[in-house]
């Protein structure tokens, strides 16, 4: 005796076949869905992990800063300072520039560290772009790529520091000068 499937036209036949497909494959995906849940449990458990241990040396390290940071506005220098810290892309003809800078300045008037961003095309000098922070909010991948300029920004403020004070020294003769002279032509100099 013939059942009803034998009897459809054989077009049809396949759908059972296709039925049987579709059971399996949403089988495998629901397989494939539980492993990629356990597989992400995995990662967001190790990404938990590795950013507790991210944030905890960048506290230490923006700690250490801010000590030398401390330090430096101790001295009361009242200069900026700042040095190339790294490109972070350029053209190959030189034109354009996307860099970062570590400086010593002064930012919402507290001096310290600052980290700037750059873009320069001297193509056009006006389309620059920047943006500065003070180093403790600057991205974690700029502060740690600017932090081993630190050596070479306090070598540039001692240098900026010394013609900084050649440069007063000249504005202190100047003032004399002037000073004495309106002492020696004012009206108590007059005789």
């Known amino acids: 005796m013939m059942s009803n499937a034998d009897s459809l ?7 059972r076949v296709s039925n ?87 930012s919402s008037g507290k001096w310290g560290f600052l980290v700037d961003e750059f873009r320069e095309d001297v193509r056009n000098p006006d389309q620059g772009e920047r943006e500065t922070w003070p180093f403790k909010d600057a991205p974690r991948e700029f502060r740690i790529k600017v932090v081993d300029k630190i050596p070479a920004l306090l070598e540039a403020l001692v240098k900026r520091s010394s013609e900084v004070a050649s440069e007063i020294t000249k504005k202190v003769r100047f003032a004399q000068e002037l000073a004495l002279t309106v002492n020696l032509n004012g009206p108590s100099g007059k005789k």
């Open 20 to 106: 049987a497909v579709t059971t399996a494959r949403t089988a495998a995906e629901q397989v494939v869905s539980s492993l990629s849940s356990v597989a992400m449990i995995e990662h967001l458990s190790r990404l938990s992990t590795a950013a507790q241990t991210l944030n905890e040396l960048s506290d230490q390290l923006t700690k250490e800063v801010t000590d030398i940071e401390t330090a430096l506005n101790r001295l009361n220098l009242g200069i900026w300072a700042y040095v190339n810290a790294v490109t972070l892309d350029s053209s190959d003809d030189g034109t354009y520039t996307h860099g970062l800078q570590l400086i010593y300045g002064k």
């Open 9 to 15: 036209p054989s077009p049809l036949k396949p759908l």
